[in-house]
């Protein structure tokens, strides 16, 4: 599988390690209770399609990105930088 | 306190250098000043002003000449005076030395990037990499820094690091040059 | 001999030799084993894998699945190698497999006669009873009997090497579809990789006796090939075949670089395993010949049509002196012909058509004919056929088959695709779209002429070039054959008799007519119970008639009934090659310190710590054993003063104006508070509360920081780091830099520690410039670097950084001074001793399931900020007397072995996992104290002080410990020594 990373182009899915749901993105305000975080830590969509993640390109320009891709197809619909991402 | 000197050792300093088989040539060049910079929020056009105007030196993505990108958001500057480097930025970077913590060595030839490919993942076709074009990427699984030279590559890899690099490439060039040998 | 006179892509002017069991055989350059063999008229090649019935080679091709053989002597004998595809070379060794005690007499030969015991799913239904007997007698028989080849059994020698390619257009297999594919994909200026499993390109052409462009088809291949390998832009890989296809256009090759010469030179790599990355590809990798299924057609001389062409034309070797040809399509004709062109008897041309016009020749044609019984049980001398005039007996010694072509459709089905029957040419073509920007032509996608395979490689490169961007070449089509293809699907004959279908795992009809009656009815039901098609060959010549048969069975068409898929590799593939360069140090890369030279001098011992080499003990004088180094290494540390080298730890750089709040961030306690010039312990938590990482963290100005990680997490802790400032507080301005690498860094511990330093510093390091948890600039015979007063033996200590150049000079300068006071160099061993004796921690209590509160820490989670992990943290479940905290343990009897890993129980108590009270995570023998010491977790520790509790070490079952709980630390509990 190949990802193409914003920064350095399309390179091979060995360069880079997964994270998890794109979700950790959102983390709760630090008053919020445990429920949020609960829910922010261990509750998760598993969709058949699309399902945004978070990959880093460890191996090239450490960059952290967020990664639209199909689970049934592995087709990768986008990347973008995850700290570009609107929350 | 008694008088005393310390003498710095090159990470290549005990593996006899230059190596080559059939047409590869593996070789350490001089040893680099390295420093880092990173640029902080919204100061990276004014940072790359002021290294183009007091050193003549440009902070490109993807690019090697007396900056070397080397990730988001990071450069190092290569052989450049450190002090007037730091005057120039002016605060509005954070910048370390990185002159030690890097092994570098090139390998040219015309089998070069036959070696290369048993090593590194990248596309390093010349009309896509020509020299001074750099990457971040895998250098026989370590994390590495790829550069285009005349004539072959420059790969950096961190320092505890080279004794490992340096077996895997003289492996790789002493397979390229065996099959060379073969019958077809 | 059955040596034609002339012809052939062999080279008649040189003489090779290679053996077969035992025997020596002449061959030619050009020649496979199997070709080779039949020259040399050796029919019987192997015996068949349950009945262990007499084989030959049933083709001339990768897929075959009877003369499997061992090839190689001691360690480079590599198993179950295909004699259809072995190049033969000059001293090769074969021998054939799975017989005893010889290939003629072979005494398991006794299963064929116990065959109606062994049919599909024996397995399931035998060898239960006696219960007993499973161990002791069933399972040691049936691993003997199982599997064809063996292993060697010894370490594989040869080097194998991985690889990465690139192109714009991947062409998969050389014959007139992929070559012509190529020709207009390399003339139009792409990056071409053409790659083929064979050693010569042109596919069919090479088997066949038609002509392109007026000229041998052969002929016209070599051109081809010439004309390629003459485009500096095409790249032809021979010898490879393309094993899998992957996502976004990433292709497996196996490359056989050596395998065809005996020994290749030193440090030559047997196989290349390559990772071919491919923005277009095309599958030309033609069509695999199938079988008709009738009674006892399994005997040696018994072969597919087109494989019987390829020995006539392709090897100069004729299969036999007699052959008949069955078939059920026209091109089983054209064996026929070659067959007699080639001076070799064929008394009859059978098809089963009983509506077609068989052509006429030297044979007796029998138009709606089907053998039913065959004899000959070292190789075939007879069949019988049924004709619509009554029964006919031949005598044969070969009989060429061919039930229709399978378009080779696999690498299509490696993305989950699954083909689509065409009912025109009666098999399988691969699915639109079934691995995105590969485009399947020629015959493997059902197009069996010359003349269409060259139309359609063509148009499918300028299919490619054009999504690709390169406009296309007009480059000419030559002329070729355009016969029609006619078949009239049939797929076994209905006579008395065992019919194969999977000639290498010995399935026939009747076995699938089993496991339908046993309601096995999908086709992947069918093909686990009967094992059709899950042999090395991935049922390539076996498959479709299994499904033909199922969906008959069924009351289906093929097209209702599916078939199974298939994944990579598309054959077999050595181990080795999968996972070349990954064997012995391959396997990780080593990283070393810039002392370690120094250290190998001073006759230390390594212990990897993760993929760091560091020194855990020093011999010195007589030592022997570790534990006297590590004794000596203790005392040495408390008395005088020791040297290690603690480069290993991260080392993290952090600058910015945002750099102290980020830290808040991500470390329990405050970092904003601290001073420059100040360095401070820190606890980094997961986000689900438990404690991640420690380390300390210096302030070197406002905006300014550098922490340091444990060796082990460094890597983990610093894309956390990244994590936190990219995607959680993207709107902090902070950089982090790892500077592991640029600072070798040393501790220097014990009494004498501030004057050894005292002798190398310029500065003024006395405890008032330079107190307990602070750090300086020093310069150190004129090079800049930084000391750090901390500790993790709980001596006097420092820790002095210079840049790692001088990593080497300054261990030797250290240990130098250290000695002439009585001191030295002191490893992972005694550092481990010192700071257990201290309490101190290191990842054996950091195991990920701990919390700073279990830990004894919970003062060290500020209340006063948020930080990662914080509110899990202080959920319900850890925090109160159910949690494990930790504890020291001493041995009640002083004498006593503690270890770690044992686990805690209380006094009178069963050692059972319902009365379990914590267990046991670091523990050695402490020379300060003169006895045991250990770390723990034990429940509700922290309020069982003084209480006993036994040490159970379940592992290693030398009895167990009782233990007292005790405080920590274990040695200078006031902390005074630190302090000065």
């Known amino acids: 599988m190949r990802l193409t990373c914003p920064h350095c182009g399309e390179r091979d899915a060995r360069e880079f390690t997964y994270l998890g749901s794109a979700k950790l993105l959102d983390r709760p305000a630090g008053d919020t209770g445990a429920e949020a975080f609960h829910e922010y830590l261990h509750i998760r969509e598993n969709p058949a399609g699309p399902n945004a993640e978070l990959w880093q390109h460890v191996m090239g320009c450490s960059a952290w990105l967020h990664v639209v891709r199909d689970t049934r197809t592995h087709v990768v619909e986008s990347v973008s930088l995850a700290s570009g991402v609107a929350r | ?184 | 001999m059955s040596r034609l006179p002339s012809d052939g892509l062999i080279d008649r002017e040189k003489i090779i030799r290679f053996s077969f069991d035992g025997k020596s055989y002449p061959a030619h350059p050009g020649d496979t084993l199997a070709s080779a063999l039949l020259a040399n008229d050796v029919r019987l090649m192997g015996r068949s894998f349950k009945y262990h019935r007499p084989r030959g080679a049933l083709t001339a091709g990768s897929e075959e699945p009877n003369a499997l053989m061992e090839v190689g002597r001691g360690a480079h004998r590599v198993p179950n190698t295909r004699a259809t595809v072995q190049e033969v070379f000059n001293g090769l060794e074969a021998r054939s497999q799975n017989r005893w005690p010889s290939l003629r007499y072979d005494a398991l030969s006794v299963n064929d006669l116990l065959a109606p015991f062994l049919g599909a799913g024996f397995y399931y239904k035998t060898f239960m009873w006696p219960k007993t007997f499973w161990e002791k007698l069933y399972e040691p028989i049936i691993r003997r009997a199982a599997g064809l080849g063996r292993l060697s059994g010894e370490a594989d020698p040869a080097i194998y090497d991985r690889a990465f390619a690139h192109c714009d257009i991947l062409v998969i297999g050389g014959g007139p579809a992929g070559l012509m594919a190529a020709l207009t994909a390399g003339e139009a200026g792409a990056r071409v990789i053409l790659a083929d499993e064979d050693f010569h390109l042109g596919g069919r052409l090479l088997s066949e006796r038609d002509s392109v462009d007026d000229m041998r088809g052969a002929d016209w291949a070599a051109e081809a090939a010439a004309r390629l390998g003459g485009m500096p832009n095409v790249r032809i890989m021979r010898r490879t075949t393309v094993t899998g296809a992957y996502d976004t256009g990433t292709f497996g090759a196996l490359e056989r670089v050596a395998d065809h010469i005996s020994g290749p030179p030193d440090g030559c790599a047997r196989q290349t395993f390559w990772r071919i990355t491919a923005r277009r590809a095309i599958l030309a990798g033609g069509a695999i010949e199938r079988p008709i299924a009738f009674p006892a057609n399994d005997r040696p001389g018994i072969m597919m049509a087109g494989a019987v062409r390829s020995y006539l034309n392709r090897f100069g070797v004729a299969p036999a002196k007699q052959m008949a040809v069955f078939t059920n399509n026209d091109d089983g004709w054209r064996t026929a012909h070659d067959l007699v062109d080639a001076g070799v008897e064929v008394p009859a041309l059978i098809d089963t058509r009983a509506d077609v016009t068989v052509p006429q020749g030297p044979w007796r044609g029998i138009a709606g004919g089907t053998v039913i019984a065959t004899r000959g049980r070292l190789g075939l001398n007879g069949i019988t056929v049924r004709t619509p005039s009554g029964e006919a007996r031949f005598r044969v010694g070969g009989l060429a088959v061919s039930g229709g072509w399978n378009p080779g459709v696999h690498l299509t089905c490696h993305l989950n695709g699954r083909p689509k029957w065409q009912s025109g040419i009666a098999a399988f073509v691969p699915a639109e779209g079934a691995v995105p920007g590969l485009s399947p032509t020629g015959a493997a996608n059902g197009i069996f002429s010359t003349h269409g395979a060259l139309v359609f490689g063509r148009s499918s490169a300028d299919a490619a070039l054009k999504t690709l961007g390169f406009s296309t070449s007009n480059i000419t089509l030559p002329d070729a054959e355009d016969a029609p293809y006619r078949i009239t699907p049939f797929w076994f004959v209905d006579a008395p008799g065992r019919a194969w279908l999977d000639f290498q795992n010995d399935v026939t009809v009747k076995d699938v007519k089993l496991a339908h009656q046993e309601n096995f009815r999908s086709v992947e039901h069918m093909k686990r119970y009967t094992t059709l098609g899950m042999a090395t060959d991935q049922g390539k010549t076996s498959n479709i008639g299994g499904l033909a048969i199922l969906a008959d069975l069924a009351g289906q068409t093929i097209a209702e009934t599916g078939t199974t898929t298939f994944r990579p590799p598309y054959s077999p593939v050595q181990i080795g090659a999968f996972g070349a360069r990954a064997e012995g140090k391959g396997f990780a890369p080593e990283r070393f310190t810039a002392s370690h030279a120094h250290a190998q001098e001073l006759n230390a011992t390594f212990v990897e710590a993760g993929l760091w080499h560091r020194a855990a003990w020093f011999a010195q004088g007589g030592e022997t054993n570790w534990r006297e180094s590590c004794d000596r290494e203790v005392a040495m540390v408390r008395s005088t003063v020791g040297i290690a080298d603690v480069s290993t730890l991260g080392k993290i750089d952090v600058q910015g104006p945002d750099a102290a709040a980020f830290l808040d961030h991500v470390y329990s306690n405050m970092i904003s508070n601290l001073r420059p010039g100040r360095v401070r312990y820190g606890l980094m938590l997961r986000e689900d509360g438990f404690v991640m990482d420690d380390g300390t963290a210096a302030r070197l100005s406002e905006t300014h920081f550098v922490i340091t990680t444990t060796t082990a997490a460094a890597g983990q802790v610093m894309s956390h780091l990244e994590f936190c400032a990219q995607c959680l507080w993207p709107e902090l301005d902070v950089a982090l830099v790892s500077v592991t690498e640029q600072w070798g860094q040393f501790a220097i511990a014990g009494p004498l520690s501030r004057d050894l330093l005292s002798e190398m510093i310029a500065e003024n390091i006395s405890d008032t410039e330079l107190p307990y948890m602070a750090h300086m600039p020093v310069t150190v015979a004129g090079i800049p670097g930084r000391l750090f007063r901390i500790s993790f033996s709980g001596e006097r200590a420092y820790e002095l950084a210079l840049p790692s150049g001088y990593g080497d000079a300054l261990s030797r300068a250290l240990v130098e001074r250290a000695e002439a006071m009585g001191g030295g160099a002191y490893g992972m061993e005694a550092l481990n001793v010192l700071r257990i004796e201290k309490g101190l921690l290191t990842h054996a209590e950091l195991h990920g399931r701990t919390t700073a509160d279990d830990l004894g820490l919970a003062r060290m989670v500020s209340p006063r900020k948020d930080c990662i992990g914080k509110v899990m943290s202080q959920r319900p479940g850890l925090h109160g007397p159910e949690r494990t905290q930790l504890v020291g343990l001493q041995p009640v009897d002083l004498a006593a072995e503690l270890t770690a890993g044992a686990h805690l129980v209380n006094p009178g108590e069963p050692a059972t996992r319902a009365h379990h009270q914590g267990y046991i995570t670091s523990a050695c023998y402490s020379p300060t104290l003169g006895h045991r010491i250990a770390l723990g977790f034990a429940k509700n520790g922290r309020a069982r002080l003084g209480e006993e509790i036994r040490a159970v070490d379940f592992m290693r079952q030398k009895g167990e410990t009782l233990c007292r709980i005790v405080p920590i630390p274990f040695v200078d509990p006031e902390g005074g020594k630190l302090r000065g």
């Open chain 2, 1 to 184: 306190m008694a008088e005393f000197s310390l003498q710095a050792l090159d990470p290549l300093a005990s593996e006899s250098l230059p190596f080559s088989a059939g047409e590869a040539t593996l070789s350490a060049p001089p040893p680099e000043q390295l420093l880092s910079v990173q640029p902080f929020s919204g100061q990276e056009k004014a940072v790359t002003g002021a290294l183009k105007k007091t050193l003549d030196t440009s902070l490109e993505p993807h690019k090697a000449g007396s900056a070397l990108w080397m990730g988001q958001g990071i450069w190092f500057l290569v052989n450049v005076d450190t002090k007037r480097a730091a005057r120039a930025i002016d605060q509005r970077a954070a910048i370390t030395d990185q002159s030690d913590a890097w092994a570098t060595f090139d390998l040219t030839g015309a089998d070069a990037a036959a070696v290369m490919a048993r090593l590194c993942p990248l596309d390093l076709d010349a009309e896509i990499f020509p020299p001074s074009a750099t990457a971040r990427s895998e250098f026989a699984h370590m994390m590495a820094s790829i550069t285009a030279i005349e004539g072959g590559f420059r790969v950096r890899v961190m320092r505890s690091f080279a004794k490992t690099a340096l077996h895997h490439t003289r492996d790789a060039i002493r397979s390229v040059a065996a099959q060379r040998s073969l019958p077809k």
